[in-house]
């Protein structure tokens, strides 16, 4: 049996569609779709059902992909550790949030570069936008926030982050023991800070803490939390923050948390890969590298 027909099939078989395959292949999608039909003429049993969206593995191809993926996955390994050897450049495509990337992978990963790694990095704040790319083979490695579905790309969680909801210390201060007793009440009337029109951080925190919808509107929106920081610190309003980025600043008094709810609300950061690829040494070795550092994030 041809490998360059089975490294199709399993490519359609983790993607669910010849149109993801062929992209993942660099190969045209009627490329792909003829490889398929001689594979299952060879078989002489369908591989997939063809449906209005992508395609859906038979039983057969089921079959076919849990015997075949580790051997090709294996094979792929022994090429991918030959180049690297005959180079002596191993590179590694990160993508993620540019925040969480500057501040916790990046410092994490920056010793791998003396060991050889060469790191090019990629910020989406976007995660939908971030698994497109890395399903499309532009990025080997990627943080989300969101948790992929379908066997093409694999997830491992990595850490969750506590999410605080601050302002200068003069707004604690005009406030005072009000914020406790009427929280939601009160902040309903504060100017907001945010990194988005439909302020999704603060959404999410009164959803959690409150049970309702916030009816504040942006006073600053900065596609940043770096920039939301500065200017919540200089007064422009409140806003909800990851404590690992705000934790100096509440510190130093720069800004103060207006609230400590018994059960605060948190997001989950996943370590994303193409199915497979894990195999492959340079991404292997961040990949653990990150997870070891997250224990203590």
Same mark, same amino acid.
């Given at each position: 049996?041809?490998?360059?027909?089975?490294? /199709?099939?399993?490519?359609?078989?983790?993607?669910?569609?010849? !149109?993801?395959?062929?992209?993942?292949?660099?190969?045209?999608?009627?490329?792909? /779709?003829?490889?398929?039909?001689?594979?299952?003429?060879?078989?002489?049993?369908?591989?997939?059902?063809?449906?209005?969206?992508?395609?859906?593995?038979?039983?057969?191809?089921?079959?076919?992909?849990?015997?075949?993926?580790?051997?090709?996955?294996?094979?792929?390994?022994?090429?991918? !550790?030959?180049?690297?050897?005959?180079?002596?450049?191993?590179?590694?495509?990160?993508?993620?949030?540019?925040?969480?990337?500057?501040?916790?992978?990046?410092?994490?990963?920056?010793?791998? !570069?003396?060991?050889?790694? /060469?790191?090019?990095?990629?910020?989406?704040?976007?995660?939908?936008?971030?698994?497109?790319?890395?399903?499309?083979?532009?990025?080997?490695?990627?943080? !989300?926030?969101?948790?992929?579905?379908?066997?093409?790309? /694999?997830?491992?969680?990595?850490?969750?982050?506590?999410?605080?909801?601050?302002?200068?210390?003069?707004?604690?201060?005009? %406030?005072?023991?009000?914020?406790?007793?009427?929280?939601?009440?009160?902040?309903?009337?504060?100017?907001?800070?945010?990194?988005?029109?439909?302020?999704?951080?603060?959404?999410?925190?009164?959803?959690?803490?409150?049970?309702?919808?916030?009816?504040?509107?942006?006073?600053?929106?900065?596609?940043?939390?770096?920039?939301?920081?500065?200017?919540?610190?200089?007064?422009?309003? %409140?806003?909800?923050?990851?404590?690992?980025?705000?934790?100096?600043?509440?510190?130093?008094?720069?800004?103060?948390?207006?609230?400590?709810?018994?059960?605060?609300?948190?997001?989950?950061?996943?370590?994303?890969?193409?199915?497979?690829?894990?195999?492959?040494?340079?991404?292997?070795?961040?990949?653990?590298? %990150?997870?070891?550092?997250?224990?203590?994030?």
């Amino acid at each position: 049996m041809d490998l360059a027909l089975l490294r /199709t099939f399993v490519t359609v078989h983790r993607a669910g569609s010849f !149109t993801r395959a062929a992209a993942l292949l660099g190969l045209s999608q009627p490329a792909v /779709t003829g490889q398929i039909r001689t594979l299952e003429r060879q078989l002489g049993r369908p591989l997939f059902l063809r449906q209005a969206r992508g395609v859906t593995p038979t039983t057969i191809g089921d079959e076919l992909a849990h015997r075949a993926a580790p051997h090709l996955d294996a094979l792929i390994e022994i090429a991918e !550790t030959g180049l690297d050897e005959e180079s002596g450049v191993r590179t590694l495509h990160l993508a993620g949030p540019p925040e969480f990337t500057s501040l916790r992978a990046l410092p994490a990963l920056t010793p791998l !570069t003396a060991q050889g790694l /060469t790191l090019r990095i990629s910020f989406f704040a976007n995660a939908e936008e971030t698994l497109e790319g890395l399903a499309a083979g532009h990025h080997d490695l990627a943080i !989300t926030t969101a948790r992929p579905r379908g066997g093409l790309l /694999t997830s491992t969680p990595l850490c969750d982050e506590e999410h605080v909801l601050v302002a200068a210390p003069r707004w604690a201060a005009r %406030l005072g023991p009000t914020v406790l007793r009427e929280g939601q009440v009160v902040l309903e009337h504060l100017p907001v800070v945010e990194v988005h029109e439909s302020l999704p951080l603060v959404s999410r925190y009164w959803a959690s803490v409150f049970d309702s919808r916030p009816a504040a509107s942006g006073t600053v929106i900065a596609p940043d939390l770096r920039a939301v920081l500065e200017c919540a610190a200089a007064g422009a309003g %409140l806003a909800v923050l990851p404590r690992y980025l705000c934790q100096g600043a509440l510190e130093r008094g720069e800004v103060v948390a207006l609230l400590d709810p018994p059960v605060p609300p948190l997001r989950t950061y996943f370590l994303v890969v193409r199915t497979g690829t894990l195999a492959l040494p340079p991404v292997a070795r961040a990949h653990e590298w %990150l997870l070891r550092a997250a224990v203590d994030w």
